[in-house]
């Protein structure tokens, strides 16, 4: 047969270990499962081709490349294949073997199997985690390839991952020791690093909850709050109660003068921001992955927990990045005794260069503990963060590079913007949306162009992993991880930029769902204030003045602005009945101008939120969205205010309980995740045109 090639390279195998693939040698437009085998001699191997010619030999390195695309053009893999990873290979210097085997054109386990086989040696595709020595250089294996050393048997043996290009080496030096076969076997990365991962789960777990709290105990939320801070708390509770029993009426225009200078200082930001908006520079698009080369590894995180239903979506959404799968680390990170996730990740094709995470059962249960588990063994310089009901533009991360390339050395954190699907679901998922809208596409671009500390989203960062790492990583006790996060990297000197490419997700539809979901975020703002005001004066000193200012007006603004809402209905209310009751002249101006601030303050919150969500708005999102819910904008804030006080009373109580926020599997992926079945150009949620790069 012309047009393909039948491939085995297992004909040694047992018959139910063989799979023949037949691989078109003509095209690389399709691409396979990876059961991709032929025998192969060895003179084959030795990188001479089958008419006998000899490569020709310019360098060490070229003389490596030509001879490991000999070694798999004699395996059978059509020459337009072998061509095409060459290619790659140099692109993105790695080599043919690793873009074979990216591109599933090689399946690992049978190809490391076969290599096993034509070395003499014995293959295992299981490591017992007690078998692993463990070293303080054990964890590298979870960022390379390399031996590992295990004890089985009462003696040492070493797992080593051989390649094509060492193959003759690999046979010259068995030949000359041939007493080294009794201590080496073969096995294949995914095997060693899913060992080395077991084999120190329990102390690498206690390193990284505990590790922020020991080197930086100061910016670590373990602690709910200081001696001292509980003093100067307690102190303030005490001075405004007394002073409301004793000196009711001067008591209340101080605390109605205080909330209104922050209800006022956050409404001007936003003002601000609103108004900045219609100043912005438009961007160039991003450019092609086939137009760059030098790209470096970049570490996909999605955190999941419980979200057996969202599987099939999310692999699929992954999938659908536009990045050299050879140089693409995605681990997908799961609680260990999280077995129905589990068991639907491994029901879906999960491609070499993916990988589950188990976070073992140790330490509060957070998503920042997960996330800086998993960062253990991140291979690449680049990482990014996503949920589990995201579906991140496919151009995403090669923006976000573009961006970390061409920006000044202090850019350590990019931020992309998240846009609603379910929009016109409810009122609560509507308005939501426009809170959304408001935040990531006009807010935070107009904190990035002024250089301001911004309080991160949970999801789509991208990270200069030098950066996270000097800054500590995640806090595991911080339920608010992105806010903590985003001020510990602007403290620390670095800053945060935007991307154009946006992240679709769905917001939640209930009460309930909405209100558990905002007494976490309410919760982990307290936490991050509470922190960073552990010391004020360092604290002013990292951020500056401006900082300073934008960081109370963010964090401390939003706190008071939940709790507070109601109490500016009660000071109006109260004003009226004084007015209604008074003869005008017994009013002072102060009261008269407090209420009329008043009156200000919550027209203005309101008509700002809307404003900002529909400036930041598609075409296609003004449409989708029900116009009469944005009279129901107090009622959304009053259960602000709900959430707020039901998060204090979780800071006292139950501080670092992360209250999970679930999502159901969009209606066009059940059946999907019935079957069981890995699928591929499925959207999963309703579009949002202008937003999305393919409307």
Same mark, same amino acid.
């Given at each position: ?7 085995? %390279? ?10 023949? +693939? ?22 084959? *191997? ?13 360098? @060490? ?5 030509? =001879?490991?695309?000999?070694?798999? #053009?004699?395996? &059978?893999?059509?020459?337009?294949? +072998? ?9 993105? $210097? ?46 590298? %294996? ?81 602690? !709910? ?10 102190? $303030? ?40 908006? &219609? ?28 979200? *057996?239903?969202? !599987?099939? =979506? ?12 050879? #140089? ?11 077995? =129905?996730?589990?068991?639907?990740? @491994? ?22 503990? =997960? ?24 151009? /995403?991360? #090669? ?10 050395? /202090? ?67 911080? +339920? ?32 309930? +769902? ?23 004066? /360092? ?30 209905? #009660? ?12 003869? *005008? ?40 969205? @029900? ?29 670092? %309980? ?29 579009? !949002? ?7």
């Amino acid at each position: 047969m012309r047009g393909s090639t039948t491939i085995d %390279l297992l004909p040694c195998c047992n018959s139910h270990l063989c799979t023949r +693939v037949m691989a078109p040698s003509k095209s690389t437009d399709r691409r396979f499962s990876g059961k991709a085998q032929t025998h192969v001699s060895a003179k084959d *191997a030795a990188g001479t081709d089958h008419a006998g010619s000899t490569l020709v030999r310019v360098n @060490k390195k070229d003389r490596n490349a030509n =001879a490991e695309a000999e070694f798999f #053009l004699s395996c &059978g893999i059509g020459k337009p294949h +072998v061509n095409a990873a060459s290619e790659a290979a140099q692109r993105n $210097a790695t080599t043919i073997e690793k873009e074979l085997i990216a591109e599933g054109l090689i399946d690992p386990e049978l190809y490391y199997s076969w290599l096993a086989r034509e070395l003499g040696l014995s293959y295992i595709n299981h490591i017992d985690p007690d078998e692993v020595i463990r070293l303080q250089s054990t964890d590298v %294996l979870l960022h390379r390839d390399g031996p590992l050393q295990l004890s089985r048997a009462g003696s040492h043996v070493t797992a080593m991952v051989p390649q094509a290009r060492d193959l003759a080496d690999h046979r010259a030096r068995l030949a000359e020791m041939p007493s080294l076969r009794n201590t080496l076997v073969v096995a294949s990365p995914a095997t060693i690093r899913k060992a080395v991962w077991q084999a120190g789960a329990n102390d690498r777990v206690r390193k990284i909850t505990f590790e922020l709290d020991q080197d930086q105990r100061d910016v670590s939320a373990r602690r !709910v709050m200081t001696g001292l801070q509980g003093f100067f708390m307690s102190l $303030a509770v005490y001075v405004v109660a007394t002073g409301l029993m004793l000196w009711p009426i001067p008591a209340l225009v101080v605390l109605h003068v205080g909330l209104t200078i922050v209800f006022s200082g956050g409404i001007l930001l936003r003002v601000c921001a609103l108004v900045a908006s &219609g100043f912005k520079t438009a961007r160039p698009p991003p450019a092609e992955p086939a137009e760059v080369s030098g790209l470096p590894v970049y570490t996909v995180l999605v955190a999941l927990h419980d979200e *057996a239903d969202m !599987v099939p =979506a999310i692999v699929s959404r992954i999938s659908a990045l536009r990045w050299p799968r050879s #140089l693409l680390d995605i681990k997908y990170v799961c609680e260990a005794d999280d077995e =129905a996730t589990i068991r639907a990740l @491994k029901r879906q094709y999960l491609a070499p260069n993916s990988e589950i995470v188990r976070t073992p059962y140790f330490g509060p249960r957070t998503k920042p503990k =997960a996330l800086q588990y998993a960062l253990q063994g991140a291979r690449g310089s680049l990482v990014a963060v996503y949920d589990a009901e995201d579906k991140p533009a496919p151009g /995403q991360l #090669l923006e976000a590079w573009t961006e970390f390339r061409n920006g000044d050395p /202090q850019l350590g954190c990019l931020q992309a913007p998240l846009a609603i699907a379910n929009l016109r679901t409810s009122w609560i998922s509507g308005l939501f949306a426009i809170e959304y809208s408001g935040l990531f596409r006009v807010l935070v671009p107009f904190l990035a162009r002024t250089r301001m500390p911004i309080p991160l989203g949970g999801t789509s960062n991208h990270f200069k992993r030098a950066a996270l790492e000097a800054v500590g990583g995640w806090d595991p006790h911080n +339920v608010t991880e992105d806010a903590d996060l985003g001020l510990r990297l602007y403290a620390h000197g670095y800053r945060t930029g935007t991307l154009r490419s946006a992240t679709v997700e769905t917001a939640p539809t209930t009460l309930d +769902v909405w209100t558990r979901q905002r007494t976490r975020w309410v919760k982990g703002w307290a936490q991050t204030w509470l922190v960073t005001m552990r010391k004020p004066m /360092q604290t002013f000193h990292a951020l500056g003045l401006k900082g300073f200012a934008v960081f109370q007006l963010m964090i401390a603004g939003m706190l008071v602005s939940a709790l507070a809402h109601p109490l500016m209905f #009660l000071f109006i209310g109260l004003t009226l009945a004084w007015l209604g009751g008074s003869s *005008a002249a017994s009013v002072s101006p102060l009261h008269s101008a407090l209420m009329w601030i008043d009156l200000f303050n919550i027209g203005g919150s309101y008509l700002t939120f809307i404003a900002m969500g529909w400036r930041g708005f598609t075409g296609h999102e003004r449409c989708r969205v @029900k116009a009469r819910w944005m009279f129901l904008t107090p009622a959304y804030w009053f259960m602000m205010s709900i959430a707020g006080w039901r998060a204090l009373g979780q800071l006292a109580s139950n501080t670092h %309980l992360w209250e999970k926020t679930p999502h159901a599997a969009a209606p066009e992926w059940a059946a999907f995740k019935e079957a069981g079945e890995s699928v591929k150009n499925t959207q999963g949620m309703e579009r !949002v045109k202008g937003i999305e790069p393919s409307s």
